[in-house]
Nanobody, 121 residues
């Protein structure tokens, strides 16, 4: 069993910055791709950024040049550095990880609980 715990959200003014963290714990053999999603009220969850185990990254067009995804494999943690925040970035942010288990064995996708980011104008 694996748990993803997010932290670092909150309220910030437009133009400000936040850094989200998501730490994985439990029976982990390997963490493969890790991702951040956002979900605005009443809308579908959308991919924000992804990072592979090798460090390759992909970003949604709306956040390119403003957000940076990174990971610390020694800490089983993925980060999302959010700069130049806009009110339209307001959403619940979820981390996601594709994980190969030790016990029980298998490959699974896990989700964090979600963390609120609110950007005021």
């Amino acid at each position: 069993q694996v748990q993803l715990v997010e932290s670092g959200g909150g309220l910030v003014q437009a133009g400000g910055s936040l850094r989200l963290s998501c730490a994985a714990s439990g029976s982990i053999f390997r963490i493969n791709t890790m991702r951040w999603y956002l979900q605005a009220p009443g809308k579908q969850r959308e991919l924000v950024a992804a990072i592979t185990s090798e460090g390759s990254t992909n970003y949604a067009d709306s956040v390119k040049g403003r957000f940076t995804i990174s990971r610390d494999n020694a800490k089983n943690t993925v980060y999302l550095q959010m700069n130049s925040l806009k009110p339209e970035d307001t959403a619940v942010y979820y981390c996601n990880a594709d994980i190969t288990h030790g016990v029980p064995q298998g490959n699974f996708r896990y989700w964090g609980q979600g963390i609120q980011v609110t950007v005021s104008s």
